[in-house]
Structures are given as structure tokens and as C-alpha cells.
């Protein structure tokens, strides 16, 4: 699937006012999330379309649905082990069944309990929290 890239202004018209939104490119059945990986682990799953070679499912890791926020956090792609951002199709089935392990504060971490699930949290976007001020 090909990723639909239009000019900041045109999306921002768009988004909503007030509340709670994940802004995500989505279809009917599919979620876009970015996530970074160091060199290893990113060039073999862009090369192979999958998963593999270093890659560990005990790694701790996290996704967002905002492209440039996900740049940010790691470091406009100059940290270590977070060089490489690749942006995943989710099932949109998936995605939505694991924001309903999320913690329903923003900021605040929640710690598996012998689920197997990652620690998880909301974060905001730099740009709607500066929008709110």
C-alpha cells in the first residue's frame, strides 16, 4: 500500500477542534504506525518485508501514528539504535484492540502484569498540546 502525503495546512483544516483523536492514515482495514529501529533490524525488514535477523519480540519498543513526532523522538533518525523509521501497515482490527490496553490518562505508564504486554502509554503530539496553550 502506498502512503498518501498531502501539505500540513490542507491536513490541519481538517483536524478536529477539541477532544481525544488519533490522527492516523488508515483504510477500511489497515492503520499506518511508524516505529525506529537501529540499522540491522530496519534494513533487513525494508529489504524482506518482514521481520527477522536481529529483530526480538522481547525488545521493548513503541509505535505512533504521526510521522514527524515519531522523527522527533528519535532524534531526527541520529540515535542509536534509532536510525531507521519504517512505517507499518497494523491490521486495523489490532491496533484498535491495543488501545484497549492503554491506561486512560495521557503521560501515564502502564506496567504489564504477567500478560506479556508491553508498558504502555499515551503521549500528545507536540503540536496539538501547543495548539491548546
Not at 28 to 57: E, M, N, T
Not at 63 to 88: C, D, H
Not at 104 to 114: D, K, L, S, Y
Amino acid at each position: 500500500m502506498m502512503l498518501v502525503t498531502e501539505p500540513y495546512a490542507a491536513q490541519v483544516a481538517r483536524w478536529p477542534r477539541a477532544g481525544r483523536h488519533i490522527l492516523a492514515q488508515c483504510t477500511d482495514d489497515a492503520v499506518v504506525v511508524y516505529q525506529v529501529y537501529c540499522p540491522a533490524i530496519g534494513h533487513f525488514a525494508a529489504r524482506h518485508k518482514f521481520f527477522g535477523g536481529a529483530f526480538s519480540l522481547n525488545r521493548m519498543s513503541w509505535i505512533k501514528p504521526n510521522f514527524l513526532w515519531m522523527m522527533y523522538r528519535s532524534g531526527w533518525g541520529t540515535r542509536e539504535g534509532q536510525e531507521v523509521t519504517l512505517a507499518i501497515w497494523l491490521e486495523r482490527a489490532a491496533f484498535i484492540d491495543s488501545l484497549a490496553l492503554l491506561p486512560t490518562e495521557i503521560g501515564v505508564a502502564q506496567r504489564p502484569t504477567g500478560s506479556g504486554v508491553a508498558p504502555s502509554r499515551w503521549t500528545r503530539d507536540p503540536h496539538m498540546v501547543a495548539a491548546s496553550r
